[in-house]
């Protein structure tokens, strides 16, 4: 089963992976049942100097796995023999403009799908698109399009990039399915995106063809974060069916809740973290802040035992657009939080249930980070960044789809059929079950925010470790 007792943590496949022999029957497993060579075929992947993309890309999967942080570490390695290509052939495919990421990761993200179809794994559980952004912290100010940004997480300005991650989660495992990188220019004219001139004319430039794939995807780093989320969405959801899509209160806005509403002929709903400012609401015939239709005493105030917090519901029209507002607290505390959706027939209790699932972005930012270095690469090619983030994207997939499937793997098959009757648990349940035995009494005891302490959960080793080591599971799994 999936989370049988962590057993296919990445240390775990480093170690496996230390032995020549079965290094190379597992590549020859990982990388052949995800058809990699039919998957390039359909990207019209280039061939570079006599050697094929998918040779190149199979490598450059595994590097995490064989513990080699780059190119560079593994032709410095033992491992160099793998490889027929010199390292040259890998840099170049890295930095080549011409190749179409994007469309790479797509083709990988349907592979994902219909596998899990193959095995008959498809979850009946909701499904769901997240939408939400990471700091990718960099050191080199010769980077092309680096910037500073401000980071929510840390509360300062630092070098490096936004990402902006759309991911799916299909009722059992996350997968990233689209990124695209961002940086922020601020308000001071003389130092535009936090940085002198002279360092902006210093930083690594190339020419590209107008519409070559490496010039769309640098262009996009000047583009609202809004407007990509929005063709992310809409271009995801031509593949991949969603019942609701999740965001936090940065992203909940209303271009985002027309665009979500548009989709699947309107079966497709939005549950999303709001703001408590300025926006008004229509509720009964008169406009209202979030502040004010909270201070309502008309409105009930209502207690879910479940999860030991006081709520409010109202249903309102914001932009003319049907919404049912959830105003809650947590424990004994003052804050109240606002979570919006545009499913008028959701409880408090499961929209609080489906909102949770929105943590498996954050877990996927924290893990991916962690273990497959993503963000760590410090080429100045922009490409070279795309590239490898990518990359990591199609590790993360890779390894979810085989820890998935671990109880049933073989030397001989990388899967055999689900067996009947196993029940697996998924990071949502395990979640939801910690919040009812433990957070939601803890919460109450010590006056602890939930929204605060989740965010706290996530960004902290020691916090993620002791929950990993309670909830018996490896976290990077879903």
Same mark, same amino acid.
């Given at each position: ?33 995800? *058809? ?184 996009? %780093? ?14 995801? %959801?031509?593949? #991949? ?44 015939? +008169? ?20 999860? +030991?917090?006081?709520?409010?519901? #109202? ?65 100045? *090619? ?97």
């Amino acid at each position: 089963m999936l989370h049988d007792k962590i057993k296919y943590k990445i240390d775990e496949i480093q170690s496996f992976f230390r032995d020549r022999e079965k290094s190379i029957d597992a590549l020859i497993e990982l990388v052949s049942f995800f *058809d990699i060579i039919r998957v390039s075929r359909v990207v019209n992947a280039i061939k570079t100097k006599g050697y094929y993309f998918h040779q190149l890309l199979s490598v450059l999967i595994i590097l995490p796995y064989l513990g080699q942080a780059s190119i560079y570490a593994f032709f410095k390695s033992g491992y160099s023999d793998l490889s027929e290509p010199e390292k040259d052939a890998y840099y170049r495919l890295k930095n080549d403009y011409r190749f179409n990421w994007r469309e790479l990761l797509k083709e990988v993200v349907r592979q994902f799908v219909k596998i899990i179809a193959r095995h008959r794994a498809v979850s009946q559980r909701i499904k769901c698109f997240i939408v939400d952004d990471s700091v990718l912290e960099k050191t080199g100010k010769c980077i092309e399009g680096i910037g500073r940004i401000w980071d929510h997480v840390t509360h300062r300005y630092v070098l490096g990039f936004k990402m902006l991650v759309l991911g799916y989660y299909d009722g059992s495992s996350f997968v990233p399915v689209d990124f695209s990188l961002h940086r922020e220019e601020g308000k001071n004219k003389k130092q535009p995106y936090g940085l002198t001139k002279g360092e902006l004319s210093r930083q690594y430039t190339k020419s590209r063809p107008e519409e070559s794939p490496g010039t769309l995807r640098i262009e996009e %780093s000047d583009q609202s974060k809004i407007e990509m989320a929005a063709e992310m969405i809409k271009k995801a %959801s031509r593949y #991949l069916v969603a019942e609701y899509v999740l965001m936090d209160s940065w992203f909940t806005c209303e271009k985002l809740i027309r665009v979500v509403r548009s989709l699947n002929h309107g079966a497709t709903h939005l549950i999303g973290m709001m703001k408590m400012a300025k926006a008004k609401y229509q509720y009964q015939d +008169k406009e209202y802040t979030a502040q004010q239709l909270l201070s309502k005493k008309k409105v009930k105030i209502m207690r879910c035992r479940k999860i +030991k917090s006081q709520y409010k519901v #109202l249903e309102v029209r914001y932009k003319e657009i049907p919404l049912k507002l959830f105003f809650s607290k947590f424990g004994k505390q003052d804050q109240w939080h606002l979570i919006v959706t545009s499913d008028q027939t959701l409880t408090y209790k499961k929209a609080m249930e489906i909102y949770q699932t929105r943590w498996t972005i954050e877990v996927f930012f924290k893990e991916s980070k962690q273990y497959l270095n993503m963000g760590r690469c410090q080429s100045n *090619d922009f490409d070279a960044q795309i590239a490898d983030i990518t990359i990591g994207m199609i590790q993360y997939i890779m390894l979810t789809v085989k820890k998935r499937f671990g109880d049933y793997e073989s030397k001989g098959t990388l899967f055999r059929e689900l067996e009947e009757k196993v029940i697996e648990y998924t990071l949502a349940q395990r979640l939801w079950g910690l919040f009812l035995e433990v957070i939601v009494d803890l919460m109450a005891e010590f006056n602890i925010d939930l929204i605060e302490f989740m965010k706290a959960l996530i960004s902290s080793k020691k916090a993620n470790s002791f929950v990993i080591a309670y909830m018996n599971i490896d976290i990077a799994s879903d």
